[in-house]
Structure formats: structure tokens, C-alpha cells
């Protein structure tokens, strides 16, 4: 009863970014329906303006996270008015426009690399209280990183299902052309779901960075489980990939907690290729 | 000279890694993004084999021969129904896989301590390294000649179209995903293959050569000399390999400080070149070409035919002169062709 309580828990802790990062990814992947491997650099890039803040500009840690994550969205703004939108009005097919996305993607990581080298940047936490809780014991940051998250989370599940904003784009989604007729502008609602996704990927990038360490590898080792989540989760929905990270957050720390954690890495790409063949040609 | 040589080798290895990626994604349209996964399976499954099992080259050759050819049949099974997003999803988790199995599976591969020393199959004394290369050099120019005759032969034709139509080819009678698998196999083969024969090459194995840049050095040679040209991939090669791990590491006058720089110079310009082109020059280098014979027998047996066409209308409007009472013929040539011109005007 207390592996599973463990599990759950340290489960639900770590897999905090990978969350955010899934809910962000999957709202891209339904509106412009391509895999976009560019994302995971939003991850890197979030941590290292929370570096800069946090360490360069001498910022308190609490204070640059929201800066980073806006800044971090601009950035996927940025690569969507000047990469995407060109390509896919230029007829770049989906497949095609996924290995855009992976020669973005090493573009923004080694120009980070040639900026400010690959060295390993630690951000300077806030002091830590550590409590225990049923048992078992978390941070004081764990669980603001978690009370962050989930706030966030709803907020963006409020967002998509229970606004207008979210009909325009669930609308832009499912039929384009209908959606430009009934007077949706699809370039505003684009921008904006770049926006919000970007930003959710660099609030995964800080504290996954707080969690352990900064590195430019961190966002391209998050992204194939995050790909992974959301093609789990359903295309398109918020809800699905909020529930496949917390499912795989748990599936790792249970697997984790019996043998090494490279297992519970490969359990998982194992499962998700038998997931994609089980559901053979339908992608959701 | 010796670590020219080297590079030469490398240079081959990855010429023949684009040609089977060319079969592949080139002809038959699988985006294989687990190109590492194959390469680094065959490596290290050569090096097990010799440094752990201590077999002979030619024994451990054939074992991974055995051992791709199973590999290679899963994988195909697995991701050949699957839409092509779902394909490359599906391949990168496999080279992630084999990746991690190689850090963990400290018993057969001695993780990241490294396996070594792999030998050559041969050696006669200072001109080993050079007869591998032209070993080497054999195989990639037989592997050539293979596309280039594939591209001429009826199955290459069948392949291009079940990349462009899977439907339609399976309507006429073709088992498609046969003939997917076939060539999948065969060039997933090839890379495993080709990954037995770098081991040699490298002698000594580490984890990190199992790295993404690898799959994305190969796919961006490939995109940009040409996925659909049956030349494509040596030419990208060539520019992309050729130019920056030859030309600028070995003779550019490089400080020591700046050489740190040159590997990630090197794949941040990969990038952007990769992103140029699929936005730019979707065909890459070359574009992909119809034999010229092909074309002009094309041309000629569509004048035949229209000549033929215009003979019968001639035939016709005659008969319709000498004998009005039979000109039926005449007369529904002339409706179709107004039907027609409605049609295109509504």
C-alpha cells in the first residue's frame, strides 16, 4: 500500500513539466496538425531565461517565472510567424513540416550552445522547507511547482472548453474553412495558441531546471515522452494529455522505485510503440 | 593520413546510410527517423559479439545478419500500417531504445565504460586501414548501383507509386504492404549491416556515438541532395559531410579555442540548411527525373495516338461528304464535343 502511495506521489511530483509541457504541445499539434519537435526547445529555452533572470539579473526565483514563460512564449510566437506560417502556405506536407520542425529544433539548441556554451547552469533556489505528508516527504518547492501547475492546467483546460476563445479554436481545429467563414480570424488565434503553448513550455523548462539542472539536452530529452503523452492522451485534448502525464508520471516512479530508472525509460517508448500499432492508421 | 583515411571511411558509412534512408523514405515514402537505432544495433551487436563472444568477423557478420533481419521484420510490422506522423513517432522511440539498452546492458556492452577493441578482419601491416576503405568503398558503390537500378526497374516504379497512391496500387492488385515490408527490410538490413562494418572502423564503442545528430546528419544529406533522385544521396553526402568534417575539420586553419565551437557550428548550420531547403527547394539539389528515353517514348506514343485520332475524325467527316445517309458518327463526335464545352463552362 505504500509502494502505491509512493508511487503516486512521487509520481504526480515529477512529472510536474511533463504536464504542462504535454497540455502545451497538444493544443499546436490539433491546431496546425503536425508533430512540432521545435516545442522541446521551448523547454530549454524557458529554464535559461529563468537563469538569466534568476542569476544574471540577480531576480528572486519566484519573480522570473512568470517573465521566462512569457518570454519563452514570444520565442514560439517568433518560430511560428517566421518558420511555420511561410512553410505551411508554401505546401509543406505534415511529414515534412515535422523534420522542419526537428532542423528548428537543432537550430535553436546549438545557437543556445554557441551563445552561452553547454555547460551545466545550477538556478539559485529559494530556501527550502521539507514537511512530510502521509508519510512521505516533498519541498516546499515541490509543491508550489504542483500548485503552480495545476493552476495553470485548469486554467488552460477553462480556457479551451468553457470560453470563446476556445470555441474560435476549437473551431479552427476541426474545419478551417468554416471557421474563417463564420468570421474567425485564424492568424490571431494562431498566434495567441502559440503563445499559450509556449509559454506552458517554458514553465516546464523551469522546473524541470529547479528540479534538477539546466542544460541545453534537457528540452530534447523531455519532448519524444512528451510527443508520446500527447499522441497518447488524444490529438487535441487538453484533458487526455493532462491525464497520459500524470498516468506516466506514475508508471515511471512505480517502475522506478523497482529497478533503474533507464528501465522505466525504455518500458515507456516500448509501450508507446504498441500503443501506435494497436491503434494502426488512426493517429488519435 | 591515417586519420584522413579515417574520415574517408565514415564518409562511405554515411553515404551508404543515406542510399537505404534514399529506398526508404526516397521511394517508398516511411519517414524512418530511427536511422541511429539500426546503425548503432549493428555496431554494438558486432562488438558484443567479437569482444564479448570472441567470434570471428565473418561469424559475428552473420549473426547480425540474423539479428537485423528479425529486428528489422518487428519494426516493420509494428509501424508500416501507421500514418506517416505516427511512423516517425514510432522509429525515434526505437533508436531511443537501443540508445538506452546499451547504457543499461552493462553486462554485454559494458555501458558507458566502453566496449573495445574491435579488430579489423584483416591485417597486413601498415595498409589494413587502407584495404578496409576500399572494402568499404565496394560495398557503398555496389549498394549504388543497386538504386540505380532499382530506379530503373519496374519494382522501383511500383515503389514511387505506392509512396504516391497506396490506395490505388492496392486496387490494381499489389500487395502493398508486401512489398513495403520487403524493401524496409531490406534497407533497415543495410543500415545494421553497415553499423557491423563501422565497428571495425571506430574499435572502440561508448554510448554517446548513439546520438539523434546522427539520423538527423543523414536525413539532412539526404533532403538536401535530393530525396527522390537515385543520386540524391551521395551528393548530400558529399556537401554536407564531405564539406564540413573534411574540408573545415581537417584543413581549415582552426585555433584550438574555435575548434570547441566547429561540431556545434556545424549542426547548427545542418539546421538551418535542412530548414532552407524544405521551405526553399522541397526536392533538394536534384530534383527527381524521368529517364529522358522514357519521356521521349512518352511524347512519341502520345503524337501516335493523336495522329491516329485525327486519321479516324478525317475517315469520319469523308465518309459523312460521300454518304450522308450514314453519318451517324460524325454527329456524336460533334455532340460530345459540345457536351463537353458545357461542362467546362458550368
Redesign the interface.
Known sequence: MSFIIDAIFIGVLQASPLILAAMGFTLIYYLNG??NFGYGEGITYGAYFASFLNLSLGMSFYLSIVPAAMMTGAVSVLTYLY?FR??IR?G?K???L???S??????L???L??MVG?ENVFLDEPPIAFFTFAGTGATSLQFIALILVFTFAFNLYWLIYHTGFGEKVRGLADNPDLAQVSGIDPHRVSISVWFIAGSAAGLAGIFQGVFALVNPLMG?NLI?IT??VS?IGGVGSVRGALIAAVLAGILTAAITLVT?P??A??AL??A???I??R?????A | MAYLIFTLSLLLIYVGLALALHIQFGLLGIANFGVVGFWGLGMYAMGVLQVQLDMSFVDALFLVLVLSIAVSWLMGWLVLRLDPQATLCATIAFAAIVSLLVVTEKWATMGVVGLGTIRYPFRIGGGTEYLYFAFLLAVVVGLQILVLRLHRSPTGKLLQAIRDNEELCASLGKNTFQVKMFWFVIASVVMCLLGALSAPLNQFLTPNMIVPSVTFAVWIALILGGKGHSLGAVVGVFVTFGLFDILIETYAPVSPELAVVVPNMKLFLYGLLLMAVLIYRPTGLLAPTTPPEHVWAEIRSAGIAAGRGAMTLFQNGKNAIQNPNTNQPADSTAAQENDGAADGKS
Request: net charge positive.
Open positions: 503536425f508533430i518558420v511561410p512553410a508554401r509543406v505534415p511529414a515534412e515535422i523534420i522542419l526537428v532542423g528548428l529544433s537543432f537550430v539548441r546549438y545557437g550552445i554557441l553547454a530534447w519524444l510527443v508520446m499522441i533503474k533507464l528501465y525509460e525504455v517508448l516500448s508507446f510503440i504498441f501506435l500499432w491503434r494502426g492508421p488512426r493517429m
